[in-house]
């Protein structure tokens, strides 16, 4: 794809490369193409070392074992995360708390319980229809339904 131009907000781009964004097939072909790479060349490496390794199309949360290697395990693995096409990784060293996707993750360093609370991401507008819109009466009750059902999933203390 060389001539994608879309919107952002008061803006115009021109995408250079990729799957065309917003498509049906982008979020596809991402999770294929990031899962090929992960079962032919991460896994098969890391596999043995990685205390956790979770990943949903693009975002990936990895557990290490916490000693004097860390650092240059993370070093690795975001080198080998980078060896594949053109996608650049944000690799980040958390102690305890870690955001991933729409959680935040915290490991209580007193007990080692995993607890778990809703991580509102700066992008999320929260748009939703007005109470008084024209849908039916029910829709606004299955938001705020929805709402309270996600918050208390997400949340390890409630």
């Not at 991460?42 to 949360?61: I, M």
Request: proline letters at 5%; a positive charge; charged letters at 15%.
């Amino acid at each position: 794809m060389t001539t994608n131009i879309f919107t952002f907000g008061n803006t115009h781009w021109h995408q250079l490369d990729g799957t065309a964004m917003g498509t049906n097939t982008a979020s596809n072909y991402a999770i294929l193409y990031v899962g090929y790479h992960e079962q032919k060349n991460l896994l098969p490496k890391w596999n043995s070392t990685l205390k956790c390794w979770k990943r949903y199309v693009d975002d990936a949360n990895a557990a290490l074992p916490n000693d004097h290697h860390l650092d240059s395990r993370i070093a690795e693995i975001k080198a080998d995360l980078e060896s594949f096409g053109t996608l650049e990784w944000t690799v980040t060293k958390s102690s305890h708390t870690v955001n991933f996707l729409n959680v935040t993750l915290i490991i209580d360093p007193i007990t080692g319980r995993l607890e778990y609370k809703p991580f509102p991401k700066k992008l999320n507008l929260y748009t939703y229809p007005p109470a008084h819109s024209a849908h039916s009466p029910g829709v606004v009750k299955s938001i705020i339904n929805g709402v309270l059902r996600t918050t208390f999933l997400l949340s390890s203390k409630i």
